[in-house]
């Protein structure tokens, strides 16, 4: 695989902007997904599948985000694509209320990745973690995942993520009540927003101004935060109603109640067209508090059970997102274990429950490219065709059922060669491998046999080799056969060994 360094830019740089704003991103994500398996890059073709399902998840499509991310995290053995996979679960069901859930998932999407791999997703995912191990946190706030995740941002070197983490931390920092941190994080924002020349979005502008607020400077947040509205993309407008809500609560505690209820009434507006209940409800609960301002009691008393209604249907959707997500894990997980099921099935001897010849050339591969000593025996049933002629198939099946039970109590694989012919594949050098094989040439003979069938008795041939250094499963198998014959010749009921 070759890995275009275009390719793995272009990947880089949407992790970066989705931070930003979204318009355009998952054009940039297809046309990822398309270069990349064009190139044979699997790696980058299910990032940008990533990518896609992280806009889907900030877009109010949980359900539909989770479950792409989760079929990789069943799908993929990449170790990146697995720890961004984690990432994208977590990041959605934390958007769904299920924070204890995704902190999960961030755990391991932050420590799956290693020094070597693309420093923006090492940011992303340290922001990530950085976020939700401090949501909801009971007691003061963690400043290490946010310091760690800042040290990486700043190594990176992209504005965008800088200021994404010291967001997440300021905003954190105030609603623990630690003002102090909050307004210094603040203060470090505005600093590298105005080095890089990176504009506050509609978000940095709304911690910025809600920490300007509550440290007496009511003008300063009402420039910062319109300033930010008016040039903030389309798609940014998950952050412009939460905006409006600080800008309507400066504008009210100003005195400007009239002027606080249009700002709400124009981000219900907003919300309603880019579906937000959260925000549409709070906005509905400070326009209850501003009728109430005003002495409309009966409208502030209707306001508020608009706002109870709201936040109840609220969390109804967030319980049925939930459950789709929880729905659509169920499906994944059963159709992997169907397919782990079916491969079993397609690898298991039917009447001995052994595995087949197929699985175990397979083994034998393995333990030849492990390199490690191992002894391989070939088992004949001596005699086999006359039992079936003599006692019946059935009886000559219920035989082999019963070998096959023993060779399974050895431990190593045991599998069904085919007819009477079993193999053991034994991780052991060839002294004990065949003393493990003359236990089960002994097993066989002293069976109760005639609590099968009157007059029945079994025996079993062994050959047993171990592996050489230029094997490959053709010839150690031959090699195990010429000792199984040898061992017919000699009399049957014995086991020859040999290198």
Same mark, same amino acid.
């Given at each position: 695989?070759?890995?275009?360094?275009?390719?793995?830019?272009?990947?880089?740089?949407?992790?970066?902007?989705?931070? /930003? &704003? @979204?318009?355009?991103? !998952?054009? #940039?994500?297809? $046309?990822?997904?398309?270069?990349? *398996?064009?190139?044979? =890059?699997?790696?980058?073709?299910?990032?940008?599948?990533?990518?896609?399902?992280?806009?889907?998840?900030?877009?109010?499509?949980?359900?539909?985000?989770?479950?792409?991310?989760?079929?990789?995290?069943?799908?993929?053995?990449?170790?990146?694509?697995?720890?961004?996979?984690?990432?994208?679960?977590?990041?959605?069901?934390?958007?769904?209320?299920?924070?204890?859930?995704? /902190? &999960? @998932?961030?755990?391991? !999407?932050? #420590?799956?990745? $290693?020094?070597?791999?693309?420093? *923006?997703?090492?940011? =992303?995912?340290?922001?990530?973690?950085?976020?939700?191990?401090?949501?909801?946190?009971?007691?003061?706030?963690?400043?290490?995942?946010?310091?760690?995740?800042?040290?990486?941002?700043?190594?990176?070197?992209?504005?965008?993520?800088?200021?994404?983490?010291?967001?997440?931390?300021?905003?954190?920092?105030?609603?623990?009540?630690?003002?102090?941190?909050?307004?210094?994080? /603040?203060?470090?924002?505005?600093?590298?927003?105005?080095?890089?020349?990176?504009?506050?979005?509609?978000?940095?502008?709304?911690?910025?101004?809600?920490?300007?607020?509550?440290?007496?400077?009511?003008?300063?947040?009402?420039?910062?935060?319109?300033?930010?509205?008016?040039?903030?993309?389309?798609?940014?407008?998950?952050?412009?109603?939460?905006?409006?809500?600080?800008?309507?609560?400066?504008?009210?505690?100003?005195?400007?109640?009239?002027?606080?209820?249009?700002?709400?009434?124009?981000?219900?507006?907003?919300?309603?067209?880019?579906?937000?209940?959260?925000?549409?409800?709070?906005?509905?609960?400070?326009?209850?508090?501003?009728?109430?301002?005003?002495?409309?009691?009966?409208?502030?008393?209707?306001?508020?059970?608009?706002?109870?209604?709201?936040?109840?249907?609220?969390?109804?959707?967030?319980?049925?997102?939930?459950?789709?997500?929880?729905?659509?894990?169920?499906?994944?997980?059963?159709?992997?274990?169907?397919?782990?099921?079916?491969?079993?099935?397609?690898?298991?001897?039917?009447?001995?429950?052994?595995?087949?010849?197929?699985?175990?050339?397979?083994?034998?591969?393995?333990?030849?490219?492990?390199?490690?000593?191992?002894?391989?025996?070939?088992?004949?049933?001596?005699?086999?065709?006359?039992?079936?002629?003599?006692?019946?198939?059935?009886?000559?099946?219920?035989?082999?059922?019963?070998?096959?039970?023993?060779?399974?109590?050895?431990?190593?694989?045991?599998?069904?060669?085919?007819?009477?012919?079993?193999?053991?594949?034994?991780?052991?050098?060839?002294?004990?491998?065949?003393?493990?094989?003359?236990?089960?040439?002994?097993?066989?003979?002293?069976?109760?046999?005639?609590?099968?069938?009157?007059?029945?008795?079994?025996?079993?041939?062994?050959?047993?080799?171990?592996?050489?250094?230029?094997?490959?499963?053709?010839?150690?198998?031959?090699?195990?056969?010429?000792?199984?014959?040898?061992?017919?010749?000699?009399?049957?009921?014995?086991?020859?060994?040999?290198?």
């Amino acid at each position: 695989m070759q890995v275009r360094p275009a390719v793995a830019a272009a990947f880089e740089s949407l992790i970066a902007d989705i931070y /930003v &704003r @979204h318009d355009g991103l !998952a054009g #940039r994500a297809r $046309e990822l997904v398309r270069q990349a *398996t064009a190139d044979g =890059d699997q790696r980058h073709a299910d990032l940008g599948r990533l990518v896609l399902a992280e806009l889907d998840n900030r877009g109010g499509r949980v359900a539909d985000g989770v479950r792409q991310a989760r079929e990789l995290l069943t799908s993929s053995e990449d170790r990146v694509v697995l720890a961004h996979a984690h990432a994208v679960v977590a990041g959605g069901l934390w958007r769904a209320g299920d924070n204890a859930e995704a /902190v &999960r @998932h961030a755990y391991p !999407a932050n #420590r799956m990745l $290693e020094d070597g791999d693309p420093l *923006t997703l090492r940011v =992303d995912h340290a922001i990530i973690l950085a976020l939700q191990v401090n949501d909801q946190r009971i007691g003061g706030i963690s400043h290490g995942e946010f310091e760690a995740a800042q040290q990486l941002a700043d190594a990176c070197g992209r504005p965008a993520l800088m200021l994404a983490n010291l967001n997440n931390w300021a905003w954190c920092s105030y609603t623990h009540g630690d003002l102090d941190s909050a307004s210094a994080l /603040v203060g470090r924002m505005r600093a590298h927003s105005e080095q890089a020349g990176e504009p506050l979005n509609a978000s940095c502008a709304d911690t910025v101004a809600r920490i300007l607020l509550e440290t007496g400077r009511p003008r300063e947040a009402t420039l910062v935060i319109e300033e930010a509205i008016a040039g903030a993309a389309p798609t940014d407008s998950d952050a412009i109603p939460a905006a409006l809500i600080t800008l309507a609560d400066i504008q009210r505690r100003d005195g400007n109640v009239g002027t606080a209820m249009q700002t709400l009434a124009r981000c219900r507006e907003i919300a309603e067209r880019d579906r937000l209940p959260d925000v549409d409800a709070l906005a509905l609960r400070m326009l209850a508090g501003c009728h109430a301002e005003l002495g409309d009691f009966q409208a502030a008393y209707q306001e508020m059970v608009d706002f109870h209604e709201a936040w109840t249907v609220r969390r109804s959707e967030q319980s049925e997102v939930m459950a789709r997500v929880a729905h659509a894990q169920y499906a994944v997980d059963e159709a992997h274990r169907n397919t782990e099921l079916f491969r079993e099935m397609a690898e298991r001897d039917a009447l001995t429950g052994l595995w087949n010849r197929r699985r175990s050339d397979a083994q034998l591969s393995a333990v030849l490219a492990a390199g490690r000593p191992a002894g391989v025996a070939l088992l004949d049933l001596d005699h086999f065709k006359l039992i079936n002629d003599t006692w019946t198939h059935a009886v000559g099946d219920v035989v082999l059922c019963r070998v096959a039970d023993i060779l399974r109590s050895l431990g190593g694989h045991a599998g069904r060669h085919g007819g009477e012919e079993f193999i053991l594949v034994l991780d052991a050098a060839l002294p004990d491998a065949a003393a493990t094989c003359e236990t089960a040439r002994a097993a066989v003979g002293a069976y109760d046999w005639e609590a099968v069938a009157p007059g029945l008795r079994v025996t079993t041939s062994i050959g047993l080799t171990s592996l050489r250094p230029d094997d490959d499963v053709h010839s150690v198998v031959r090699r195990a056969d010429e000792h199984l014959y040898a061992a017919k010749r000699a009399g049957r009921d014995r086991v020859v060994s040999g290198p």
